[in-house]
């Protein structure tokens, strides 16, 4: 049903129309509403920066909301908003599953899609209209096992949500962990539903490992793990955790308190990130009325995904071209509010630094501090293949 209608849509001059509309898909209520918010927050400042419209082409953000795990119904609002609404381009899903839903109606459509989170490596593989802006869990991982290995960690266990992104970052973690002489003593998948963490941290301290390393989606179950980890005597007890940064984001900061002074992660973003245009990013957030306390990665995902967008609309002049507006900014580079990125013109996803960090002290609240740059690092889990 899609490609007929599509085809009515273009037919009926939906390219080159006054007004391009983008629809946005992303959990704007439930348990991970904050992350939709930012995903909000960020286009909302790009658009504030840049104004919006691009050649006299006024840009619509159209939302929908996705609040978990749902392809079924992920699909059917990505069709909605194609057929009926008249998108010319996507963005947005949270979780990996509703973005390998989406995958398939792009070519149908005729629509790019910017992932503005699921970091699954293999979902840019699912069609050459997807573009990421966000990062995967190998290009995060990869750095956390390698500070382990250097931290002098010689056991470690693995506890990761069991869907596609805790698999890689099991797999990534594994891999480079073992490449660094260190050995992997057990592996722990767990249902995303899961809210009691305090079995997991039993079988952490029975494993004998030293280091923990640990993935959940950034939200409800991180905040969780952390207070299980702390509360069940692990960090007293000398076992470290090295994560991504998903555990220890800027919003769960204060609700952990002193306890998470000294505690690292590696992470693509912090918000206390020390740059130029950081500071512009931040100020146009303020802007909008945004919370600043509470920005996470997707806020400036979705900062840079609308910089994708714009660019791709200035180069097809508002037509509905998906082909030439992916191709004009495969190896697009430029300075984020994150740091230096580029666009890899094989992978379409998105090169960028991934920074060391430790929880410190900033006056009255906490901040991940940068504490050393791993460059340019690329999705390692493509590079594997």
Known sequence: MLSALAAVLLASGAANADTIKVGVIGPLSGSYSLYGQNFQWGIQAYAEANGTSVDGHEIEFVYRDLPGVDPAKA????????????????????????????AP??????????????????????????LRTSFTMWQNTVPAAKVAVENGSKKSITVVSDYGPGIDAETAFKTTYEEGGGEVVDTLRIPLSTTDFNPI???????????????????????GFMKAYIGN???????????????????????????ALGMQSTYHYSADHDSPENAAFMTALEAIGADTSKVTMAAVAAFDGAKLIYEMIDATDGEQDPQTAVDAVKGMSWTSPRGPVSIDPETRHITQNVYLREVAKDGDGYVNKEMRTFEAQPDWGLAQK
Request: hydrophobic residues 45%; proline residues 7%.
């Open 75 to 102: 699909r059917a609002l990505a069709q909605e908003l194609i057929v009926r609404d008249g998108v010319q381009y996507l963005a947005g899903t949270y979780f990996t599953p509703n973005a390998l839903a989406i």
């Open 105 to 130: 109606l792009l070519e149908q459509g005729n629509v790019p899609f910017v992932v503005l989170n699921a970091a699954t490596s293999s979902i840019v593989e699912q069609s050459p209209y997807i």
């Open 201 to 223: 941290a039993q079988r952490i301290k029975q494993s004998g490992a030293d280091t923990v390393f640990a993935f959940f989606p950034a939200g409800a179950p991180t905040l």
């Open 233 to 259: 005597g692990l960090k007293d007890d000398g076992v470290g955790l090295i994560s991504t940064g998903d555990l220890l984001t800027e919003p769960d900061l204060p609700a952990l308190g002193d306890v």
